[in-house]
Protein backbone atom coordinates (compact mmCIF):
# COMPACT_ATOMS: atom_id res chain seq x y z
CA UNK A 1 0.00 0.00 0.00
CA UNK A 2 3.13 2.16 -0.20
CA UNK A 3 3.09 2.51 4.19
CA UNK A 4 6.14 2.48 5.88
CA UNK A 5 5.15 0.17 9.18
CA UNK A 6 6.50 -0.27 12.74
CA UNK A 7 6.31 -3.12 15.21
CA UNK A 8 6.64 -3.43 18.57
CA UNK A 9 7.42 -6.99 20.30
CA UNK A 10 8.99 -8.11 23.71
CA UNK A 11 10.63 -11.19 21.39
CA UNK A 12 13.33 -9.20 19.10
CA UNK A 13 12.34 -13.21 17.00
CA UNK A 14 8.64 -11.83 16.37
CA UNK A 15 7.44 -12.41 12.80
CA UNK A 16 6.37 -8.97 12.01
CA UNK A 17 10.19 -7.45 13.47
CA UNK A 18 11.89 -8.94 10.15
CA UNK A 19 8.89 -7.97 7.72
CA UNK A 20 8.73 -3.91 9.09
CA UNK A 21 10.92 -1.02 8.36
CA UNK A 22 10.99 -0.11 12.56
CA UNK A 23 11.10 -3.07 14.60
CA UNK A 24 10.82 -1.79 17.96
CA UNK A 25 12.24 -5.02 20.69
CA UNK A 26 10.56 -3.56 24.17
CA UNK A 27 8.05 -5.27 26.42
CA UNK A 28 4.75 -4.89 26.00
CA UNK A 29 3.16 -4.02 29.35
CA UNK A 30 5.42 -0.86 29.77
CA UNK A 31 4.39 2.70 28.87
CA UNK A 32 7.68 3.88 27.69
CA UNK A 33 7.62 1.07 25.46
CA UNK A 34 4.20 2.22 23.36
CA UNK A 35 5.97 5.83 23.32
CA UNK A 36 8.76 4.13 21.43
CA UNK A 37 6.42 3.01 18.88
CA UNK A 38 4.13 6.26 18.98
CA UNK A 39 7.55 8.18 18.20
CA UNK A 40 7.85 6.19 14.74
CA UNK A 41 3.92 6.36 13.64
CA UNK A 42 1.60 8.49 12.56
CA UNK A 43 -1.16 5.91 14.24
CA UNK A 44 -1.44 2.66 15.89
CA UNK A 45 -3.09 -0.71 15.99
CA UNK A 46 -2.75 -3.75 17.74
CA UNK A 47 -3.18 -7.28 16.86
CA UNK A 48 -3.54 -8.87 19.77
CA UNK A 49 -6.51 -7.53 22.51
CA UNK A 50 -4.31 -8.15 25.91
CA UNK A 51 -1.87 -5.22 25.34
CA UNK A 52 -2.36 -4.04 28.49
CA UNK A 53 -5.18 -0.95 28.77
CA UNK A 54 -2.94 1.40 30.30
CA UNK A 55 -0.07 1.34 27.73
CA UNK A 56 -2.81 1.88 25.07
CA UNK A 57 -3.33 4.62 27.34
CA UNK A 58 -0.05 6.28 27.00
CA UNK A 59 0.36 5.74 23.06
CA UNK A 60 -2.99 7.55 22.73
CA UNK A 61 -1.93 10.54 24.27
CA UNK A 62 0.88 10.55 21.74
CA UNK A 63 -0.81 9.37 18.53
CA UNK A 64 -4.21 8.03 17.30
CA UNK A 65 -4.67 4.25 18.56
CA UNK A 66 -7.57 1.70 16.43
CA UNK A 67 -9.33 0.59 17.94
CA UNK A 68 -9.84 2.73 21.16
CA UNK A 69 -8.33 1.47 24.34
CA UNK A 70 -12.15 1.96 26.27
CA UNK A 71 -12.49 -1.50 23.21
CA UNK A 72 -9.95 -3.05 24.63
CA UNK A 73 -10.44 -2.42 27.85
CA UNK A 74 -14.00 -4.08 27.61
CA UNK A 75 -13.04 -6.95 25.30
CA UNK A 76 -10.03 -8.26 28.01
CA UNK A 77 -12.23 -9.47 30.84
CA UNK A 78 -14.67 -12.23 29.47
CA UNK A 79 -17.08 -11.27 32.22
CA UNK A 80 -17.35 -7.40 31.45
CA UNK A 81 -17.18 -8.83 27.70
CA UNK A 82 -20.29 -10.67 28.58
CA UNK A 83 -22.52 -8.09 30.34
CA UNK A 84 -21.57 -5.53 27.29
CA UNK A 85 -23.33 -8.50 25.14
CA UNK A 86 -26.04 -8.47 27.82
CA UNK A 87 -26.27 -5.20 28.47
CA UNK A 88 -27.00 -4.23 23.82
CA UNK A 89 -29.12 -7.44 23.85
CA UNK A 90 -26.63 -9.27 21.91
CA UNK A 91 -27.92 -13.43 22.55
CA UNK A 92 -25.86 -15.88 24.31
CA UNK A 93 -25.34 -18.33 26.52
CA UNK A 94 -25.88 -18.31 30.25
CA UNK A 95 -22.51 -17.46 32.15
CA UNK A 96 -22.04 -15.95 35.47
CA UNK A 97 -19.05 -15.30 37.76
CA UNK A 98 -17.58 -18.46 38.81
CA UNK A 99 -16.47 -18.19 42.48
CA UNK A 100 -13.29 -19.67 43.87
CA UNK A 101 -15.22 -22.99 45.01
CA UNK A 102 -18.79 -22.87 43.15
CA UNK A 103 -21.29 -25.73 44.02
CA UNK A 104 -22.21 -27.74 40.70
CA UNK A 105 -24.48 -25.96 38.34
CA UNK A 106 -27.32 -28.10 37.06
CA UNK A 107 -25.95 -28.27 33.66
CA UNK A 108 -22.65 -28.64 31.95
CA UNK A 109 -20.76 -25.65 31.93
CA UNK A 110 -17.33 -24.37 30.45
CA UNK A 111 -15.17 -22.73 32.45
CA UNK A 112 -12.94 -19.86 31.59
CA UNK A 113 -10.08 -17.23 32.63
CA UNK A 114 -11.51 -13.99 33.06
CA UNK A 115 -8.44 -12.49 31.64
CA UNK A 116 -5.81 -13.58 28.93
CA UNK A 117 -7.08 -17.18 28.35
CA UNK A 118 -7.09 -18.43 24.33
CA UNK A 119 -7.18 -21.36 22.03
CA UNK A 120 -8.84 -23.15 24.81
CA UNK A 121 -6.04 -22.47 26.88
CA UNK A 122 -7.85 -21.36 30.39
CA UNK A 123 -10.50 -23.31 29.80
CA UNK A 124 -12.03 -26.79 31.28
CA UNK A 125 -15.62 -28.33 30.65
CA UNK A 126 -17.47 -29.43 33.86
CA UNK A 127 -20.28 -31.85 32.32
CA UNK A 128 -20.56 -33.06 35.54
CA UNK A 129 -19.51 -31.92 39.45
CA UNK A 130 -17.42 -35.13 39.05
CA UNK A 131 -15.56 -33.19 36.59
CA UNK A 132 -15.19 -30.19 38.90
CA UNK A 133 -11.32 -31.91 40.69
CA UNK A 134 -9.86 -31.20 37.07
CA UNK A 135 -10.67 -27.36 37.75
CA UNK A 136 -9.03 -26.27 40.69
CA UNK A 137 -6.52 -25.21 39.21
CA UNK A 138 -8.29 -23.01 36.79
CA UNK A 139 -10.26 -22.11 39.87
CA UNK A 140 -7.14 -20.07 41.47
CA UNK A 141 -7.65 -17.11 38.72
CA UNK A 142 -10.96 -15.09 38.56
CA UNK A 143 -12.81 -16.97 35.91
CA UNK A 144 -16.84 -17.39 34.75
CA UNK A 145 -19.15 -20.03 33.81
CA UNK A 146 -20.99 -20.43 30.57
CA UNK A 147 -23.80 -23.32 30.12
CA UNK A 148 -22.06 -25.18 27.24
CA UNK A 149 -23.79 -24.78 24.05
CA UNK A 150 -25.18 -28.07 22.48
CA UNK A 151 -24.53 -26.64 18.82
CA UNK A 152 -24.90 -27.07 15.04
CA UNK A 153 -22.73 -25.26 13.93
CA UNK A 154 -19.90 -22.26 15.20
CA UNK A 155 -19.36 -19.74 12.39
CA UNK A 156 -17.82 -16.42 12.47
CA UNK A 157 -18.27 -13.07 10.80
CA UNK A 158 -15.36 -10.80 9.84
CA UNK A 159 -16.54 -7.02 10.24
CA UNK A 160 -14.96 -4.19 8.98
CA UNK A 161 -15.88 -0.63 11.11
CA UNK A 162 -14.25 2.51 9.56
CA UNK A 163 -13.29 5.97 11.20
CA UNK A 164 -16.78 7.13 9.78
CA UNK A 165 -18.80 4.02 11.12
CA UNK A 166 -19.15 2.41 7.82
CA UNK A 167 -19.26 -1.50 8.00
CA UNK A 168 -18.87 -4.30 5.79
CA UNK A 169 -18.96 -7.80 6.35
CA UNK A 170 -17.27 -10.65 4.75
CA UNK A 171 -19.21 -13.52 3.88
CA UNK A 172 -19.76 -15.45 7.07
CA UNK A 173 -17.61 -18.59 7.46
CA UNK A 174 -17.83 -22.19 9.48
CA UNK A 175 -15.37 -22.77 11.80
CA UNK A 176 -14.33 -26.60 13.20
CA UNK A 177 -12.32 -26.31 16.71
CA UNK A 178 -10.36 -29.28 17.88
CA UNK A 179 -9.69 -28.84 22.01
CA UNK A 180 -10.81 -25.20 22.29
CA UNK A 181 -8.06 -24.51 18.68
CA UNK A 182 -9.56 -23.63 15.57
CA UNK A 183 -9.00 -26.36 12.81
CA UNK A 184 -10.61 -25.53 9.74
CA UNK A 185 -12.58 -22.42 8.61
CA UNK A 186 -14.87 -22.88 5.42
CA UNK A 187 -16.35 -20.40 3.38
CA UNK A 188 -18.96 -19.38 2.38
CA UNK A 189 -20.78 -20.67 5.22
CA UNK A 190 -23.18 -23.53 4.43
CA UNK A 191 -26.49 -22.08 6.27
CA UNK A 192 -29.45 -20.50 4.82
CA UNK A 193 -29.13 -17.05 3.74
CA UNK A 194 -31.62 -15.95 6.89
CA UNK A 195 -29.10 -17.37 9.23
CA UNK A 196 -26.06 -15.27 7.43
CA UNK A 197 -27.65 -12.63 7.12
CA UNK A 198 -28.75 -12.95 11.06
CA UNK A 199 -25.06 -13.07 11.98
CA UNK A 200 -23.93 -10.37 10.06
CA UNK A 201 -26.80 -8.30 11.74
CA UNK A 202 -25.40 -9.42 15.62
CA UNK A 203 -21.51 -8.57 14.11
CA UNK A 204 -22.81 -5.19 13.13
CA UNK A 205 -24.73 -4.32 16.31
CA UNK A 206 -21.64 -5.23 18.60
CA UNK A 207 -19.19 -3.45 16.03
CA UNK A 208 -21.47 -0.48 16.20
CA UNK A 209 -22.38 -0.79 20.34
CA UNK A 210 -18.62 -0.75 20.98
CA UNK A 211 -17.45 2.29 18.53
CA UNK A 212 -15.25 -0.30 16.99
CA UNK A 213 -12.88 0.75 14.77
CA UNK A 214 -10.86 -1.42 12.42
CA UNK A 215 -11.45 -5.63 12.02
CA UNK A 216 -13.45 -7.62 14.66
CA UNK A 217 -13.98 -11.28 14.40
CA UNK A 218 -17.52 -12.17 16.00
CA UNK A 219 -17.19 -16.31 16.82
CA UNK A 220 -21.27 -17.45 17.50
CA UNK A 221 -22.87 -20.84 18.00
CA UNK A 222 -25.45 -21.60 15.82
CA UNK A 223 -28.24 -23.72 17.13
CA UNK A 224 -30.19 -26.73 15.92
CA UNK A 225 -33.05 -24.61 16.03
CA UNK A 226 -31.46 -21.92 14.07
CA UNK A 227 -30.78 -19.38 16.61
CA UNK A 228 -27.28 -17.60 17.16
CA UNK A 229 -25.77 -16.81 20.08
CA UNK A 230 -22.75 -14.91 20.72
CA UNK A 231 -19.51 -16.61 21.83
CA UNK A 232 -16.25 -14.39 21.88
CA UNK A 233 -15.71 -10.56 20.35
CA UNK A 234 -12.10 -10.27 18.92
CA UNK A 235 -11.61 -6.67 17.71
CA UNK A 236 -8.82 -7.60 15.57
CA UNK A 237 -7.97 -9.58 12.34
CA UNK A 238 -8.91 -13.16 13.33
CA UNK A 239 -7.84 -16.69 12.46
CA UNK A 240 -11.01 -17.85 10.77
CA UNK A 241 -10.64 -14.27 8.49
CA UNK A 242 -7.62 -15.74 6.80
CA UNK A 243 -9.10 -17.27 4.32
CA UNK A 244 -9.97 -13.55 2.97
CA UNK A 245 -6.25 -13.64 1.82
CA UNK A 246 -6.36 -15.84 -1.37
CA UNK A 247 -10.14 -15.63 -1.56
CA UNK A 248 -12.13 -12.24 -1.07
CA UNK A 249 -11.11 -8.88 -3.10
CA UNK A 250 -9.58 -7.20 -0.67
CA UNK A 251 -7.93 -9.27 2.35
CA UNK A 252 -8.79 -8.54 6.29
CA UNK A 253 -5.54 -7.11 7.23
CA UNK A 254 -5.72 -4.72 4.46
CA UNK A 255 -9.38 -3.64 5.18
CA UNK A 256 -7.88 -3.95 8.75
CA UNK A 257 -5.46 -0.90 7.79
CA UNK A 258 -7.83 0.86 5.19
CA UNK A 259 -10.49 0.80 8.89
CA UNK A 260 -7.85 2.35 10.95
CA UNK A 261 -6.12 4.79 8.28
CA UNK A 262 -9.37 6.36 7.87
CA UNK A 263 -9.28 5.14 4.13
CA UNK A 264 -12.29 3.60 2.30
CA UNK A 265 -13.13 0.37 3.13
CA UNK A 266 -12.14 -2.21 0.10
CA UNK A 267 -14.70 -4.71 -1.49
CA UNK A 268 -15.47 -7.95 0.34
CA UNK A 269 -16.65 -10.01 -2.70
CA UNK A 270 -15.25 -14.10 -2.22
CA UNK A 271 -14.38 -14.97 -5.44
CA UNK A 272 -14.37 -18.87 -5.08
CA UNK A 273 -15.46 -21.19 -1.94
CA UNK A 274 -12.52 -21.61 0.14
CA UNK A 275 -10.74 -23.96 3.04
CA UNK A 276 -8.57 -22.77 5.30
CA UNK A 277 -6.51 -25.25 7.63
CA UNK A 278 -4.54 -24.88 10.41
CA UNK A 279 -1.14 -26.05 10.63
CA UNK A 280 -0.40 -26.23 14.55
CA UNK A 281 2.88 -26.77 16.11
CA UNK A 282 2.64 -30.36 16.42
CA UNK A 283 3.34 -31.05 12.99
CA UNK A 284 7.16 -30.52 13.20
CA UNK A 285 7.38 -33.15 16.08
CA UNK A 286 9.44 -35.51 13.57
CA UNK A 287 11.18 -32.43 11.87
CA UNK A 288 9.90 -30.05 8.99
CA UNK A 289 7.23 -31.24 7.46
CA UNK A 290 7.08 -32.44 4.09
CA UNK A 291 5.54 -29.66 2.02
CA UNK A 292 6.73 -30.98 -1.15
CA UNK A 293 2.95 -33.09 -0.45
CA UNK A 294 1.28 -29.85 -1.13
CA UNK A 295 2.44 -28.62 -4.24
CA UNK A 296 0.48 -30.36 -6.42
CA UNK A 297 -2.53 -29.50 -4.88
CA UNK A 298 -4.70 -27.03 -7.25
CA UNK A 299 -5.99 -23.86 -6.12
CA UNK A 300 -3.63 -24.73 -3.06
CA UNK A 301 -1.62 -21.21 -0.88
CA UNK A 302 0.70 -22.00 1.96
CA UNK A 303 1.28 -19.40 4.63
CA UNK A 304 3.64 -19.65 7.07
CA UNK A 305 4.46 -17.10 9.69
CA UNK A 306 7.90 -17.54 10.02
CA UNK A 307 7.39 -18.34 14.17
CA UNK A 308 11.25 -19.28 15.77
CA UNK A 309 9.97 -22.12 17.65
CA UNK A 310 7.25 -24.87 16.62
CA UNK A 311 5.72 -25.55 20.19
CA UNK A 312 2.70 -28.17 20.18
CA UNK A 313 -0.36 -26.26 19.83
CA UNK A 314 0.96 -22.85 18.45
CA UNK A 315 -0.18 -21.69 15.33
CA UNK A 316 3.08 -22.22 13.03
CA UNK A 317 1.14 -21.48 9.65
CA UNK A 318 -2.17 -22.32 7.47
CA UNK A 319 -2.68 -23.30 4.05
CA UNK A 320 -6.04 -22.39 2.05
CA UNK A 321 -7.17 -23.99 -0.77
CA UNK A 322 -9.95 -22.16 -3.27
CA UNK A 323 -12.24 -23.26 -5.76
CA UNK A 324 -15.21 -25.65 -6.52
CA UNK A 325 -12.87 -28.27 -4.77
CA UNK A 326 -13.06 -26.41 -1.61
CA UNK A 327 -15.46 -28.72 -0.17
CA UNK A 328 -13.70 -31.98 -0.52
CA UNK A 329 -10.32 -30.32 0.93
CA UNK A 330 -12.33 -29.85 3.93
CA UNK A 331 -12.99 -33.65 4.45
CA UNK A 332 -9.41 -34.12 3.16
CA UNK A 333 -7.89 -32.07 5.46
CA UNK A 334 -6.86 -35.10 8.01
CA UNK A 335 -5.10 -36.80 5.36
CA UNK A 336 -3.30 -33.75 3.95
CA UNK A 337 -1.68 -32.98 7.79
CA UNK A 338 -0.94 -36.45 7.87
CA UNK A 339 1.14 -36.55 5.01
CA UNK A 340 2.78 -33.52 5.58
CA UNK A 341 4.22 -35.56 8.99
CA UNK A 342 7.72 -36.71 8.99
P1 LIG B 1 -13.38 -19.52 23.07
O1 LIG B 1 -11.96 -19.35 23.50
O2 LIG B 1 -14.36 -18.93 24.02
O3 LIG B 1 -13.60 -19.06 21.65
O4 LIG B 1 -13.64 -21.10 23.05
C1 LIG B 1 -12.95 -21.96 22.17
C2 LIG B 1 -13.87 -23.05 21.69
O5 LIG B 1 -14.35 -23.84 22.79
C3 LIG B 1 -15.13 -22.54 21.00
O6 LIG B 1 -14.89 -22.20 19.67
C4 LIG B 1 -16.04 -23.76 21.16
O7 LIG B 1 -15.68 -24.78 20.24
C5 LIG B 1 -15.70 -24.22 22.56
N1 LIG B 1 -16.58 -23.51 23.52
C6 LIG B 1 -16.31 -22.36 24.17
N2 LIG B 1 -17.34 -21.96 24.93
C7 LIG B 1 -18.31 -22.87 24.79
C8 LIG B 1 -19.63 -23.03 25.32
N3 LIG B 1 -20.16 -22.15 26.19
N4 LIG B 1 -20.33 -24.11 24.92
C9 LIG B 1 -19.82 -25.02 24.05
N5 LIG B 1 -18.59 -24.94 23.52
C10 LIG B 1 -17.83 -23.88 23.88
Not at 262 to 277: D, F, I, R, S, T
Request: net charge neutral; with cysteine.
Amino acid sequence: MGWRTAALDSDPDAPALKVVDHPVVAPLDDPASAAKLAAVSDLLTVEWENVPVAVLEAAAKLKPVHPAPSVLGIIQDRLTQRDFLKKHGLPQTEYGEAAASPSPWPYAVVLKRRRLGYDGKGQCVVDTPADLPKAAGLLQAPCIWEKKVAFAKEVSVIIARGQDGETRCFPVAENEHRGGVLHATYAPARVPEAVAARARDLARKAAEALGHTGVMGVEMFLLPSGELLVNELAPRVHNSGHYTLDACATSQFEQHARAVCGLPLGPVEQKAPAVMVNLLGDLWAGGEPRWDTLEKVSGLTLHLYGKSSARPGRKMGHYTVTGPGAEAELAAADARLAALRR
